[in-house]
């Protein structure tokens, strides 16, 4: 399985970029992973950003997010993408996005990752 994600960009603080991830390799049952997005800053460990469920009816956001960010996804289409509001220069960080088999904040439980996009806010 391969996850390629685009939509990162260098943006001004108040600004909206959005993410998408395509998903593809997998010939069987491709809608039934959940996803999720985690995020990196220069100097600091990865960490949760937002997760859905396979159906897309239940859906995880870290604090640091919630209100702001939104994830959605379209099964038919395999994508996950990540609507993101109100930026924030401490939302700049390159951002990847995930598949598993449960919608969680734990990184080591999602099996494939995308290779990241860079998402710049500046002050």
């Known amino acids: 399985v391969q996850l390629q994600a685009s939509g990162g960009g260098l943006v001004q603080a108040g600004g909206s970029l959005r993410l998408s991830c395509a998903a593809s390799?997998?010939?069987?049952?491709?809608?039934?992973?959940?996803k999720a997005w985690f995020r990196q800053a220069p100097g600091k460990e990865r960490e949760f950003v937002a997760a859905?469920?396979?159906?897309?009816?239940?859906?995880y956001y870290a604090d640091s997010v919630k209100g702001r960010f939104t994830i959605s996804r379209d099964n038919a289409k395999n994508t996950v993408s990540l609507q993101m509001d109100s930026l924030k220069p401490e939302d700049t960080a390159v951002y990847y996005c995930?598949?598993?088999?449960?919608?969680?904040?734990?990184?080591?439980?999602?099996?494939?990752w995308g290779q990241g996009t860079q998402v710049t806010v500046s002050s």
């Open positions: 859905i469920s396979w159906r897309g009816s239940t859906t």
């Open positions: 390799g997998r010939t069987f049952r491709t809608y039934a992973y959940a």
């Open positions: 995930a598949e598993g088999k449960a919608a969680t904040k734990y990184d080591d439980e999602y099996d494939y």
